[in-house]
């Protein structure tokens, strides 16, 4: 089992940044990458980001490309998502992840956190 602990989020206007970080329990067989996905009102759970174990490989959904970034600390088990440039379409609730990284990418994971909220106001 491995347990994911989200902190950070919060209210920002549009233009603005924010910052998530998670922390993983342990890193397991199968659940070497770490990700983002985020969950709007009335929507879909959708992919936000993942970031290879080494932190030499992420991946990011078009619609936040070049305006976040992911980033880990993998001896502590620590990912981190800054998002600047903040939209209103980014307010959703965001969730950590691990799995491997093409489960990421592809939608599906082995474990999540609980979520933290990001509204953006315009």
């Known amino acids: 089992q491995v347990q994911l602990v989200e902190s950070g989020g919060g209210s920002v206007q549009a233009g603005g940044s924010l910052s998530l970080s998670c922390a993983a329990s342990?890193?397991?067989?199968?659940?070497?990458?770490m990700g983002w996905f985020r969950q709007a009102p009335g929507k879909e759970r959708e992919f936000v980001a993942a970031?290879?174990?080494?932190?030499?490989?992420?991946n990011y959904a078009d619609s936040v490309k070049g305006r976040f970034t992911i980033s880990r600390d993998a001896p502590k088990n620590v990912v981190y998502l800054q998002m600047n440039s903040l939209k209103p379409e980014d307010t959703a609730v965001y969730y950590c992840a691990t799995a491997d990284r093409r489960s990421l990418v592809a939608g599906d994971a082995n474990y999540w956190g609980q979520g933290t909220q990001v509204t953006v106001s315009s």
């Open positions: 970031i290879s174990w080494s932190g030499d490989s992420a």
């Open positions: 342990r890193r397991t067989f199968g659940n070497s990458a």
